[in-house]
T-cell receptor
């Protein structure tokens, strides 16, 4: 069965420090992996996606994620957090790759302190 | 970018009443829309896939008579929770597909059934 595990329900960082949001997946197929962000009272917005091309994926707002098959991980990183990054982040897998059936992680709430 | 409008953003209703949630794609036509449900501290779970002009496809375990989905036009899908009960209280979110790959999410509806 396919699944996604977000290892941290909450992450707190200071503005200007690096961000790391962890995600592990389980899949019998080659997955497509996504990170979505949800700001309060807004819809989910796609940050980036991996679809079997380059393993290091660059997204919007300075975020990037690296697909590591050996570790079954797809961690989201950003070198320097900004106050506007405070939001809920979801790691998502679609399997078989490219289909519409999305499996969501439970989300990680990122807090950014001044 | 494309916008999906979901209305209402929150609703409180009495047990036994029905509640309708609307999902509109504002600047594109969406032949396929999706409805998700999220319980506190849990993942978003796909409830059903809504196709314009045809019956919705429900995921296993989702009661089609309780969660009525109507996709009457290329820009509107509705989810009606019939005879709502407190256990139906949840966060409901829709998404709409633009073209073959792009998915856009609504901002969600928090339903509370008293």
């Amino acid at each position: 069965a396919q699944s996604v595990t977000q290892l941290d329900s909450h992450v707190s960082v200071s503005e200007g420090t690096p961000v790391l949001l962890r995600c592990n997946y389980s899949s019998s197929y080659s997955p497509s992996l996504f990170w979505y962000v949800q700001h309060p009272n807004k819809g989910l917005q796609l940050l980036l996606k991996y679809t079997s091309a380059a393993t290091l994926v660059k997204g919007i707002n300075g975020f990037e994620a690296e697909f590591k098959k050996s570790e079954t991980s797809f961690h989201l990183t950003k070198p320097s957090a900004h106050m506007s990054d405070a939001a809920e982040y979801f790691c998502v897998v679609s399997v078989p790759a490219g289909t519409d059936k999305l499996i969501f992680g439970t989300g990680t709430r990122l807090q950014v302190f001044p | 970018g494309a916008v999906v409008s979901q209305h209402p953003s929150w609703v409180i209703c009495k047990s036994g009443t029905s509640v309708k949630i609307e999902c509109r794609s504002l600047d594109f036509q969406a032949t396929t829309m999706f409805w998700y449900r999220q319980f506190p501290k849990q993942s978003l779970m796909l409830m059903a896939t809504s196709n314009e002009g045809s019956k919705a496809t429900y995921e296993q375990g989702v009661e089609k008579d309780k969660f009525l989905i109507n996709h009457a036009s290329l820009t509107l899908s509705t989810l009606t929770v019939t005879s709502a009960h407190p256990e139906d209280s949840s966060f409901y979110i829709c998404s709409a597909r633009q073209g073959l790959e792009k998915l856009f999410f609504g901002s969600g509806t928090q339903l509370s059934v008293l």
